[in-house]
């Protein structure tokens, strides 16, 4: 059944990031799913709260990017404005996850800190309603001089999207929220029909304008966001040195496209967006446009961990099945603008692919980049390192690819969205629809959400079993549903009085359950080989080893001396569970040496097997928390030249 929401001014909506005005699945409120702070996501979770706000609002003041809104709002000349043009954007993240963050815990001090950067903020605005810092006052360039590379439009949606996460929680007065109207009304006015015919060189807006509509009641809001939308595509950006028109998407029709290409996160963000406007339009041509494009991206495009972007050069997408390891750029940014794609196709479809790709990306992208302590970051995530990377620079680090986590970056997009993203994630994990209670994604804490109320044990992923304890039903709908995941071959379910099933990946339906309802899930958590598609050049010949919903990855400090990484050579055989990982058989291989100065040759040189080894395997997500390393996901598999009859001698079966 498709759930009806219509556009109404003035309606107050509960704390949740995507509401469709019409969907087959409801997602829930951000307080809805309290998480247990001993757990996988809870303890980053309040990570997130104790310490990367303050490191992000720290870095922003150090370097200046805060007072630039004080010197536009005190009328001083900014020719020498610091930061990139889009250093307005971080300021706003921050301001959407803390708002998240108040809306799921309330805390004097946060809110204190919220209301601080919100008066700098709007102190900045102009009359008409414009915000920005790097355009159109003393000493720069005038307004819109430069859509292409501005991002004047990208700093302001991410301006509505911290007000709609304000408002939705409660404060639907509050400054931000006047802020943020009077910017989407100068927005509409610039760029509405007859008006400025552009759009913005990175694609953003057309998802915030979309949702605030929603939010606040503006239609004309969404009707500027299918503006947007409906002008990209049509080669109207001026294209700077070395890019292209496909970098910023504006080389097809979105309607037109069959595979998401160029600048990663633009392209994601365009995709958010244009689901918005298909939904809130009725226009399923366009919907069903967007689904193949998913499908298309993910089955060619995607790296195992769910990273996306293959080409540092534009941190952009590759052709079809150009997934190289070492070159993976698998921005942290893409990873959060994929899960916004996926959520808003699963929210009209109740796709369990949808959710599916939501895990792999939370657990090996999103979860990934920060550190233990919340106060460092990966902004690139490749999966193969060759050189251990440098230790990182303890002031700004110049390079988002360098094999370490950084405390801060030129461009420090990512601490930002991973902040906003860790401050809403209950919402993405369960959600609703007219039957019942959904669980998309498994966290040990309670749930509390229409009526529904559940504990949830668990120890995923470092454990196969899943505990829900029934504490009380919504009225007229008790079905439980249950995400089983693609990788989860052996599931089990034992419910109430009946032993344990076996149960196939897709949606597992518990009907009617009650108060009192225990249902156990065991999901399998022993290693296995993943092999990538033959039409991956870069990867032939290679295996990976995945545990539960993880990825896992061999690091240089875990090989036994003198043994090189690029050394090691895989068995085919099935790999041993660990605590947290696994081991798998190996052999080292002595490089074979030629009379040619080139590394190449007349025959195969597979090298001379010299030992086997047991390889210890962890999980992606801890990759270089111990110091820099050489890393790889893919191992290169021992080939049959490589391999001599006693050459498996002391290898366990």
């Not at 979309?210 to 595509?233: I, K, N, T, W």
């Not at 009725?282 to 446009?289: G, N, V, W």
């Not at 875990?558 to 099935?574: H, I, K, S």
Request: overall charge negative; some cysteine.
């Amino acid at each position: 059944m498709v759930l009806e929401r219509p556009y109404a001014a003035g309606t107050r909506l509960e704390a949740v990031p995507v509401v469709p005005a019409s969907s087959r699945v409801r997602g829930v409120d951000v307080g809805a799913l309290r998480l247990d702070p001993r757990g996988f996501w809870g303890r980053r979770q309040e990570v997130n709260t104790s310490a990367t706000f303050a490191h992000c609002r720290e870095w922003m003041e150090q370097l200046g990017w805060l007072s630039n809104f004080d010197r536009v709002a005190a009328g001083a000349a900014l020719d020498e404005r610091t930061g990139w043009v889009f250093s307005d954007s971080e300021v706003y993240k921050l301001l959407e996850g803390m708002a998240w963050e108040l809306g799921r815990s309330p805390d004097e001090a946060l809110e204190s800190d919220f209301a601080a950067l919100v008066d700098r903020v709007a102190r900045a605005q102009d009359d008409d309603g414009y915000l920005g810092t790097a355009f159109g006052h003393a000493g720069q360039a005038p307004r819109y001089s430069d859509l292409s590379m501005g991002h004047e439009l990208y700093n302001m949606g991410h301006l509505l999207q911290a007000a709609v996460a304000r408002w939705r929680t409660g404060h639907p007065d509050d400054l931000l929220v006047h802020v943020a109207r009077r910017a989407a009304d100068h927005i509409c006015a610039e760029f509405g029909e007859g008006a400025r015919d552009g759009v913005c060189g990175h694609a953003e807006i057309e998802v915030a304008l979309a949702e605030a509509g929603r939010a606040f009641g503006e239609r004309r809001y969404l009707d500027q966001a299918r503006l947007f939308v409906s002008r990209r595509g049509q080669g109207t950006l001026p294209v700077p040195p070395l890019l292209s028109a496909e970098y910023f998407q504006d080389d097809v029709p979105v309607r037109d496209a069959d595979v998401l290409r160029g600048h990663a996160v633009r392209a994601l963000y365009l995709s958010a967006g244009a689901v918005d406007v298909a939904v809130d339009t009725d226009d399923d041509d366009l919907f069903a446009t967007l689904e193949q494009q998913w499908e298309n991206t993910v089955a060619r495009r995607t790296y195992l961990t769910g990273g996306m972007g293959s080409r540092h050069q534009d941190e952009g997408f590759g052709d079809d099945w150009e997934l190289p390891a070492d070159r993976a750029y698998c921005e942290t940014c893409a990873g959060v603008a994929s899960i916004m794609f996926a959520w808003r196709l699963f929210l009209s479809t109740g796709d369990v692919r949808y959710p599916d790709l939501i895990e792999r990306t939370l657990f090996n992208v999103v979860a990934t980049s920060p550190s233990a302590d919340g106060r460092a970051f990966f902004y690139a995530n490749p999966l193969h390192q060759r050189e251990a990377g440098a230790p990182a620079e303890d002031g700004v680090n110049t390079r988002a690819e360098g094999g370490v986590r950084a405390p801060w970056f030129e461009v420090s997009c990512c601490p930002t969205n991973v902040a906003r993203t860790l401050a809403s994630l209950a919402a993405y994990m369960v959600a609703t629809d007219d039957d019942g209670l959904l669980l998309l994604q498994y966290a040990a804490g309670d749930v509390s959400t229409g009526g529904w109320r559940l504990h949830v044990e668990t120890e995923y992923p470092d454990d196969a079993r899943v505990t829900i304890v029934v504490k009380e039903v919504g009225a007229g709908a008790s079905r439980l549903r249950l995400r089983i995941p693609e990788w989860a071959d052996g599931a089990t379910v034992e419910t109430a009085g009946r032993p344990a099933r076996a149960v196939s990946p897709g949606w597992f339906d518990v009907h009617t359950v009650a108060a009192g309802d225990v249902v156990t899930l065991t999901l399998p958590q022993r290693p296995r080989l993943v092999f990538p598609d033959p039409r991956i050049d870069a990867l032939r010949g290679t295996v990976a080893l995945e545990r539960g919903p993880l990825v896992l990855c061999v690091e240089s400090r875990d090989l036994p001396d003198p043994a090189a990484l690029e050394d090691v050579r895989l068995l085919p055989l099935p790999p041993r569970p660990l605590a947290d990982g696994a081991r798998a058989h190996a052999v080292i291989v002595e490089p074979a040496t030629g009379t040619s100065v080139l590394p190449y040759g007349p025959s195969a040189r597979a090298g001379r097997v010299a030992r086997s080894v047991d390889v210890t395997f962890v999980p992606y997500h801890r990759w270089a928390e111990r110091g820099p390393s050489q890393m790889r996901v893919f191992v290169p598999l021992a080939t049959d030249t490589s391999l001599d009859a006693g050459s498996l001698s002391g290898t366990e079966a």
